[in-house]
């Protein structure tokens, strides 16, 4: 079983404030220009998630026509000092991988920036949602698949076990001590080299002694952080926005492997990608069928989903592989085409919808309901008339007339767990209405209380009025008033609290 392609979404799902500020000028970020296919997603599903992926959708579109904008780093960027080594295109590495401490694994920032295959931002601000995505690929003297599960591993951590990454300056030897310098030494000795091939051959050629001694003493690159990079991006926002999950990022992975008869052991392999897991955990695929978290959907491939990560395994043939007369290169051109311009849309769609939909949870949860005002009962109306609103535009039974796109969308859907938040968000409503029809009735019952014990004591007063005018003949005495205006006065600001 060999890998022959592969690559990683890494995706942060975060909450964004209303107050968050608008990208202006010198933001690190632009409207993405991206083609997206026609006709293969429903009209009003297309404009929901992809109107603004590009111009002249901006211009013929309005733009309440659809939710999100679509964001590409700017070439700018690369004027920030903590962004500019660390996408371009050169290797980055993990200093010390999860499972040995002897090899390094050597991966890069993938940059199509007219395709999903590089780094994009995805803003929902009407829902208060975004998604960050870095996609990398291994290099190619680091592509397995034992490999590409380390690294899915690692990277997704963003707690205090993100591994420290590097950004090797090239010739550069490591300046680091003892096991780990060896280790780093060891990778650049053999894997790179090769990696690099005829331009690392060409650059040998052309360096000189000063420049060999210039590279090998200037200072190791200080290390960073998959977290670390994200809130550099992130920097426009300030703090008004925070990551849904503070411990792991979200994850797919598409990987083409070379076709095999050890299917139990692929599936095994490609479970442990889904699920972003170690490889200490051990599953049967058996159990993974009946969890339903993988699927054969073709012969040549499987896809999965969990609420960790999905995933796309494509298998191709030594015939395919060398575009033989007669084979169809559909697996061979799969991840620039099928995956980039379909499913990768739909797995992202998915995954927003499910943020959206915990978002409103949270909000709902949180809502304050022991008040009981008017102010109360006007919040309680406003967050029901927002979720019913973000129910009408993400909530979809299908989304296209292809039958594997549905398919494929209804798999992600019961996976991560749509319907049940759509439930416990209508069995939330549900309870809040109940709620606030009580809490008007009680507060027109109390309105009506104060009003009949108000007219009771005025009647009251009036009579006593009258009394004392006709016991005191006519004369007028002022103290008696005074003590009947306060004693009333008092009366009626009592029974308002009370009510």
Known sequence: MQLKEAYSFFMLPFRLAKESPELGEYSLWQQAEIKVERDILFPYIQNWMQASANKHNRESLPQSAYNFDILTLKPSAGDNDNLRQRLADIRNRIRKTVRTAKTGLDFRVMQQEADLLSVKLFVNRQASVGLLIVPVSLEPSCLSMDNLISLNYALAKTDAQAPKLITPVKGQKPAAKGQEAAALQESSDKGLE???????IDSKAQETPARRQAAESAPEPAPWTMPSLM???LADFGDTW?????????????????????????????LHIVRCENPKYVQSPEHSESEGMVRRTFKNIYIGASVEG????????????????????????FATASLSKRYLW???????????????????????????????????????????????????????????HNQYYAFCVRNLLIREHFDEIGDKLAALDTLIASKASEGENRRNDRMTIILAILTIASVTCDAMTVLTLDRYNPVSGLILSVILILLLIYVWKKK
Do not use: C
């Open 194 to 200: 090769a990696s690099e091939g005829a331009q690392e």
């Open 231 to 233: 809130a550099d991006m």
């Open 242 to 270: 925070q990551p849904f999950n503070r411990n792991r990022l979200r994850l797919f992975t598409y990987l083409r492997v070379g076709d095999t008869d050890r299917r139990e052991e692929l599936e095994t392999d490609f």
């Open 310 to 333: 999905g995933g796309i395994m494509t298998l191709s043939t030594p015939d395919e592989e060398a575009k033989k007369a007669g084979t169809s290169q559909h697996i061979m051109n």
């Open 346 to 404: 739909v797995w992202i769609m998915v995954l927003l919808q499910r943020h959206i939909l915990l978002e409103l949870v949270d909000e709902l949860t949180r809502l304050e309901t022991s008040g009981g005002d008017d102010q109360t009962l006007e919040r309680l109306h406003a967050m029901a008339e927002r979720v019913t609103i973000m129910k009408t535009k993400t909530h979809f039974s299908d989304i296209s007339d292809f039958t594997q």
